[in-house]
């Protein structure tokens, strides 16, 4: 009988079955005596191990990680709730606990996706004034606008406004409150120039200033941030403390630190930066006298603005399309007042001296070396008759503001009671009156 207990004991012991879990540790067994299976403890229901055993972890014998059995929202809350818990019962940082995790991850990407089902959805939506393209991107590093929270872009339809780039789940564009921000800009190309004009919370009733949330500056319910463009405060969800340039500070203080700004103003302030709509002689005739980069800009442009007929009357430059050299800045070839909240911030940073400073040496060069027909339109001077041929953009030149003649400064300024040109034209027309009459 020992015998045939002794063989049955090594049969079993060379014939495992391999679904059974293999304890990670043996005992110790005296020389001579056979280690006898130990008996394996049903799994308790608080017992980590054993619900990993039920199919939270992953081994050999498992079901893949995709595949998930529930089918409901209430029953993978449950599973969720339940990984989470044998998660904080695991070991730290140990091999059971990361495929826990992973378990996890699945099984709320799961619920997501039951809870915003891909079903087909439009390419366009119009939600106030909002021109909704639906996007086809998989990123999930954008967040929602409304919800404030991340968008998935794998298993989630969204959405991007092509005016002013506002994102939001499919599931949110019924929700959405603010109006497109380029209708605003449409309509209303100003800037508030007042620096931060707050007005308190309580001409806001403690609520937000955009979706009329409580708000409150102890952070209860919500903490109240302040927009440094508009002054105005807004709760969490409006205001992401999103930095921009304000234009009011930059004007009056030459000051182009990025402050704090509400989602909306952030937008506004995006869509209007190119514009231009900054007359700084009226709003800040003084800052000329302490910034000097603004007054050799402004002598730049004076010039590209003579220049300019030069180039529309030539056919060359025109084949060349000389002017396009500045269609980044197109305000350049109209007026020498208008300023863009852009133009300002390369000013300061000195890349607009830059390249515009590269732009006028290139018309000049056209002007005065390469073309002929250009050449032909310079003047000489009729006080001294003698120098190079002038150009009304020379740096030496002065031009009389009743005929448009070019003259040698000192000339012009030695003889600035008499134009010749002046009193020819005046000449001119008398006789032309005497004959008539």
């Known amino acids: 009988a020992m015998a045939s207990d002794e063989r049955l004991a090594r049969f079993r012991q060379a014939h495992l079955n391999p679904f059974n879990k293999t304890p990670e540790r043996q005992e110790q067994h005296p020389e001579g005596e056979n280690p006898t299976p130990a008996p394996q403890p049903d799994p308790s229901p608080g017992d980590p191990e054993g619900a990993l055993d039920l199919g939270l972890a992953e081994d050999h014998f498992s079901r893949p990680v995709g595949l998930i059995l ?77 919800c404030s929270t991340i968008i998935w872009g794998l298993i989630q339809t969204w959405y991007t406004c092509t005016g002013c780039y506002y994102r939001c789940h499919s599931k949110c564009l019924p929700l959405v409150s603010k109006v497109c921000v380029r209708a605003k800009v449409s309509h209303q190309a100003e800037y508030q120039l007042s620096i931060c004009p707050e007005s308190g919370l309580d001409s806001q009733d403690y609520r937000c200033a955009e979706c009329r949330a409580p708000v409150s500056l102890r952070g209860v319910p919500s903490e109240a941030r302040q927009c440094d463009y508009t002054g105005l405060y807004y709760c969490s969800s409006c205001h992401w403390n999103d930095l921009a340039v304000v234009p009011a500070r930059a004007i009056h203080n030459w000051d182009f630190e990025p402050r704090k700004v509400s989602r909306c103003s952030m937008r506004y302030l995006a869509l209007m930066v190119s514009r231009p709509v900054l007359k700084l002689r009226e709003i800040n005739p003084l800052l000329f006298n302490y910034v000097e980069e603004l007054v050799e800009i402004r002598k730049l442009r004076q010039d590209i603005l003579l220049m300019k007929p030069y180039f529309i009357t030539c056919k060359e430059a025109m084949e060349a399309r000389l002017l396009l050299q500045l269609q980044d800045r197109q305000h350049f070839v109209e007026n020498d007042e208008m300023y863009s909240l852009q133009d300002l911030m390369d000013i300061e940073a000195g890349r607009l001296s830059c390249s515009l400073t590269e732009i006028h040496t290139l018309f000049a060069k056209h002007i005065k070396l390469d073309c002929e027909r250009c050449q032909a339109k310079g003047f000489v001077c009729e006080l001294c008759k003698e120098g190079d041929v002038l150009f009304p953009f020379d740096s030496h030149t002065s031009v009389c503001t009743g005929c448009s003649a070019v003259f040698p400064r000192d000339c012009f300024y030695d003889n600035s009671t008499t134009c010749p040109k002046c009193a020819r034209l005046s000449l001119r027309k008398q006789s032309l009156f005497q004959d008539s009459g």
């Open 70 to 146: 529930a089918q409901d929202v209430g029953q993978l809350c449950q599973a969720i709730e339940e990984c989470k818990r044998v998660i904080l019962a695991l070991p730290e940082h140990s091999e059971r606990q990361k495929d826990a995790v992973v378990r996890l991850i699945h099984l709320r990407l799961k619920l997501q996706e039951l809870k915003d089902p891909d079903e087909d959805e439009p390419n366009i939506r119009v939600v106030l004034e909002h021109r909704f393209y639906k996007e086809k991107s998989k990123s999930v590093k954008q967040m929602c606008d409304k």
